[in-house]
């Protein structure tokens, strides 16, 4: 898959079934043309991953192209939204089962990126060749992270490092979603993963590998890192640059929902 690029947003995804996995239940979306890009990653077993993380990607992917930058933002809200609606429907046919998947989004408009998300699929922001971590997971071990009781590296290797709290599809009929703002500088570079880079990949590395090159070379080099490292899971990512700023705009994505 070679690298994609518009007018001002270099990008390159990539997705591997790794070396353990007899199906690839992660489902990566880039629509370039409206500033959105997103990972999702599916859990259930059998099908039932596959389905959900589908689901999110393809009710995303219906957005139309001409949405101003808050409806934009709104319209990823309400597409993942209809998506959790949809798998909960389609749980209670299979007899309750577990069907869900994470989701983690990035939407690029004017000189703001938005990041939406639920589960432990990850957003980071690689600026000025320091990494930071835009999302944070959904997860059991995300609050002994917050409570100062682990690194977000030690939460990799915890036991129960895959347990989350939140997913499309499981739980309640609405599902919450959290919400980053921030504007985007020149030479910006962001990751969107799911875990079966991070449960491999330090933060360190992830700094390292994701400054390196092209966009296509670090997305290259990052996904051999983890083939590398065991491929136990699917790997999904996508490596987005921002060569110079976007057009200037009175638009904001803000609204007043948080």
């Known amino acids: 898959m070679s690298m994609e690029r518009t007018a ?12 353990v996995r007899k199906l690839n239940e992660d489902s990566i979306l880039a629509r370039p043309e409206i500033g959105v890009w997103v990972v999702s990653d599916g859990m259930g077993g059998h099908d039932a991953g596959d389905f959900a993380s589908q ?4 009710t995303i992917a219906g957005l139309p192209q001409q949405l101003e930058p808050a409806e934009l933002m709104n319209g990823v809200r309400n597409a993942i939204q209809d998506a959790h609606s949809n798998i909960l429907v389609e749980s209670a046919r299979r007899g309750g089962v577990t069907i869900g998947a994470t989701v983690v989004s990035l939407i690029l408009a004017n000189e703001h990126f938005v990041c939406l998300w639920a589960g432990d699929s990850r957003l980071y922001l690689l600026r000025g ?9 959904h997860s059991i071990v995300a609050a002994l992270v917050e409570n100062g009781q682990l ?12 347990a989350i709290t939140r997913a499309v599809g499981v739980g309640e009929a609405d599902i919450e979603i959290d919400k980053v703002r921030g504007r985007v500088q020149p030479g910006d570079r962001f990751l969107l993963c799911s875990d079966g880079l ?6 360190a590395v992830l700094e390292r590998l994701l400054a390196a090159g092209p966009v296509e070379t670090a997305a290259d080099r990052l996904l051999e890192y983890a083939l590398s490292g065991g491929g136990a899971d699917n790997i999904s990512l996508i490596v987005i640059e921002v060569p110079g700023t976007l057009p200037d705009d009175t638009a904001v994505l803000d609204t007043a929902r948080p």
């Not at 001002?8 to 070396?19: A, E, K, L």
């Not at 060749?129 to 997971?137: A, E, F, H, Q």
């Open 55 to 58: 689901t999110v990607v393809e």
């Open 151 to 162: 690194t977000w590296d030690e939460a990799e290797r915890h036991p129960q490092s895959n």
């Open 129 to 137: 060749g320091v990494l930071t971590m835009v999302s944070t997971d």
């Open 8 to 19: 001002s947003v270099h990008f390159c995804p990539r997705t591997h079934i790794g070396r």
């Open 198 to 203: 991070t449960k491999y990949a330090s933060a």
